[in-house]
């Protein structure tokens, strides 16, 4: 068996749902206060002390209450010792979920952090060659000035359906071509992948349904078959 050259982090990354009636998550959100909604059609809302951000309207019942969590609020709710099964089960228990948004990461750095395998300009050109598995068309690239590809996106952008990998790195303002991040957002299959998380499924395999790169040895060792 092969020695393994990757630290991977597996992790829900961004979650939205829609519910009839919202069921708090006792204290791992913190206290709340008002707060402006990030929704037109909403006319109340509050942030809770971890971020987590809740809003409905008070005198439309046919507007079901909408609920945000975002990756630092995920972060902060599994340091109080919940996993992304626990999250996600306990929305799902709430009445008529409708989950609208589950964002899946994978970040991988090198054991001798030295270059990455998988850099997003060789996903970006694997898939212009045709070397990529999906049926998600393959959408314009973020560069830099220099024109190096920062970011690749396997999907549609503007739709919110697609594959990103990008240079988590930059963004955190370390070395570039270390820290890479995968992430998967499907607004359509939202509630398909809802099921994926909370049957404990490998977040890796669930990617490789919608998007595969099975030629990479990289992707292969990061992402799986």
């Given at each position: 068996m092969?020695?393994?050259?990757?630290?991977?982090?597996?992790?829900?990354?961004?979650?939205?749902?829609?519910?009839?009636?919202?069921?708090?998550?006792?204290?791992?959100?913190?206290?709340?206060e008002p707060c402006k909604p990030l929704i037109g059609n909403y006319n109340t809302a509050v942030r809770y002390e971890f971020g987590a951000i809740v809003q409905w309207h008070t005198h439309n019942p046919k507007l079901k209450t909408?609920?945000?969590?975002?990756?630092?609020?995920?972060?902060?709710?599994r340091t109080y010792g919940l996993s992304d099964a626990d999250i996600?089960?306990?929305?799902?228990?709430?009445?008529?979920t409708n989950f609208?948004?589950?964002?899946?990461?994978?970040?991988?750095?090198?054991?001798?952090?030295?270059?990455?395998?998988?850099?997003?300009?060789?996903?970006h050109y694997l898939a212009l060659s045709g070397w990529c598995d999906t049926r998600l068309a393959l959408d314009k690239p973020v560069t830099d000035v220099n024109?190096?590809?920062?970011?690749?996106?396997?999907?549609?952008?503007?739709?919110?359906?697609?594959?990103?990998?990008?240079?988590k790195g930059i963004e955190l303002g370390k070395e570039a071509n270390r820290l890479i991040r995968i992430e998967l957002e499907r607004h359509s299959v939202a509630n398909s992948i809802a099921k994926d998380v909370?049957?404990?499924?490998?977040?890796?395999?669930?990617?490789?349904?919608?998007?595969?790169?099975?030629?990479?040895?990289?992707w292969l060792e990061i992402v799986g078959s």
């Open positions: 092969n020695k393994k050259s990757y630290i991977v982090k597996q992790h829900l990354d961004y979650l939205t749902a829609s519910v009839s009636k919202f069921t708090p998550f006792d204290d791992y959100l913190g206290d709340s909408h609920i945000t969590l975002t990756g630092e609020t995920l972060d902060t709710m996600v089960s306990h929305i799902k228990s709430m009445k008529k609208k948004r589950i964002d899946l990461a994978i970040t991988s750095i090198r054991m001798d952090k030295s270059i990455h395998g998988f850099l997003p300009h060789f996903a024109l190096n590809i920062e970011t690749a996106y396997i999907g549609q952008r503007k739709k919110r359906e697609e594959l990103r990998v990008y240079d909370i049957a404990g499924n490998d977040y890796g395999a669930v990617i490789n349904r919608y998007v595969s790169f099975p030629q990479s040895s990289d």
